[in-house]
């Protein structure tokens, strides 16, 4: 799982470091997972190759604004000062999944990178596209709403044709990245999930399941697809033997 990298305090420390929220661990875990976090750092295709090959799923989780240059854009006023160490870590990490066809779930953030990564474009201010904060309240509150799942999608295959969900997020999903389709909609049109047909397992979506833990198919779902990465491999020849795996990382 990715993590933030951010100016942090605790006790009587002030200084930047990694972090993620518990509730993302927790859902990995409660679904049967092992979870590795993988904080921002120095990178290039090669590290994250190496860092891909000791995973058995990649989960690329919430945060900053992706950069608008990475899809041709100046900034919006509202779009957050660019993280580009951030960026250059996730775009590296989740090309690399994707080059071994390893399992991948975004979150509101994550589904952007992927969208981004694929050759799309984002909306970077919702309000300007459907009026209001509707989808990003602001405080730390998460708005609620209904999304309509595409028939015959993976997502569908894991929450239904119709989930209720928790938002918190001012931009979107615009123009569509290479091979990917849209697999859920909220009732006005906005863009709540992308997946690529084809590969193992690639979801994405712009909400927060990770603050439902009532609800944890969609993590149920990636432990799954993870477990079978790690037994496929666990069958492949090596000058050792058969490779054993205990846990599942993701």
Known sequence: MTTYL?????GVWDVPASFLPKVYIEAITRAGGTVVLLPPQPTGPGIARR??????????????????????????SHTDDPRPDRDAWEFDLL????????????ICRGAQILNVLRGGTLHQHLPDIIGDD????????????????????V?????????GVKLYHHQAVDGLGDGLVASAHTTDGVIEAVELPGATFVVAVQ???????DDLRLFEATVTAARTVAQRRSLEPHADGPRGREGVPA
Do not use: C, M, N
């Open 6 to 10: 951010e100016q942090s305090r605790t």
């Open 95 to 106: 090309e690399a999944a994707l080059d071994h066809d390893l399992p991948v779930l975004g």
């Open 155 to 163: 997502l569908e295959r894991i929450v239904g044709h119709r989930v």
């Open 134 to 153: 509707r989808y990003q309240l602001g405080g730390g509150v998460f708005s609620e709403a209904q999304v309509s799942v595409r028939q015959d999608s």
């Open 51 to 76: 860092v891909v090959a000791g995973l058995d799923a990649l989960v690329v989780t919430g945060g900053k604004d992706v950069e608008p240059a990475r899809y041709g854009q100046a900034p919006h």
């Open 207 to 213: 909400w927060h399941p990770e603050e439902d833990l």
